[in-house]
């Protein structure tokens, strides 16, 4: 490369978005196939659904309202868990008693990020969600993670208990919607190249690696 400059990946995403986890995994493999390319990963947020309760809905509810049952969401997430295992992500969608408001969920995404630990609290939030069934809408669960992931979790737990970052969060999610974006994950690469859906890893790759081909010293 000519310039030392990273080549900047923004990545849209909502933690209750199954392919958004894949996505996540597709992406760690691309930059496996860049060894020599610098990258840095940051992440956004969306909301699948910001109608949701701030203390969530119970899940079999969610699924009859969204896929007309469970019969039917079953069907749908069988393809997921089908790429998931391609992941080598084990999805418990099983597991899952309610889908969570995901405001707070992101505010420690966004709070990660000053500390350069985003991608260890969006990998806790994920797993956590999809391979457990955790509650994200439970503050205690969310300190825990935080912690895990690296965070002052005295600190964090008295953020939560405050609306910091609430309005930029949510402003965060209508600018997505502004520049387009209507499904998650989307991948933006040095502000140029947009990847919508979890795109397989040489995908990924390649637009990164055109991304570097293309961009202007600075």
Request: glycine share 6%.
């Amino acid at each position: 490369m000519s310039t030392t400059a990273p080549i900047v990946i923004d990545v849209i995403s909502d933690v209750m978005c199954p392919w958004c986890f894949i996505g996540k995994r597709r992406l760690e493999k691309a930059l496996m196939l860049l060894p020599d390319s610098t990258v840095k990963v940051q992440w956004h947020p969306y909301q699948l659904d910001a109608t949701l309760p701030k203390e969530g809905k119970d899940r079999k509810k969610y699924l009859e309202d969204k896929f007309g049952g469970a019969e039917r969401a079953k069907e749908i997430y069988t393809q997921v868990s089908n790429a998931g295992a391609a992941e080598e992500i084990d999805f418990k969608f099983e597991a899952i008693t309610k889908s969570p408001n995901t405001i707070d969920s992101h505010r420690l995404i966004r709070w990660a990020r000053s500390e350069g630990m985003q991608d260890a609290m969006v990998e806790e939030l994920f797993k956590l969600y999809f391979t457990e069934g955790a509650d994200l809408t439970d503050k205690q669960v969310l300190i825990n993670a935080a912690e895990r992931a690296g965070l002052n979790s005295k600190l964090v737990s008295d953020l939560l208990n405050t609306d910091q970052d609430v309005k930029e969060v949510e402003a965060d999610v209508v600018r997505a919607h502004e520049i387009g974006v209507s499904g998650v994950p989307f991948f933006i690469i040095d502000g140029r190249f947009a990847v919508a859906g979890a795109e397989n890893p040489e995908t990924l790759a390649a637009a990164i690696r055109h991304a570097e081909e293309t961009k202007t010293g600075e």
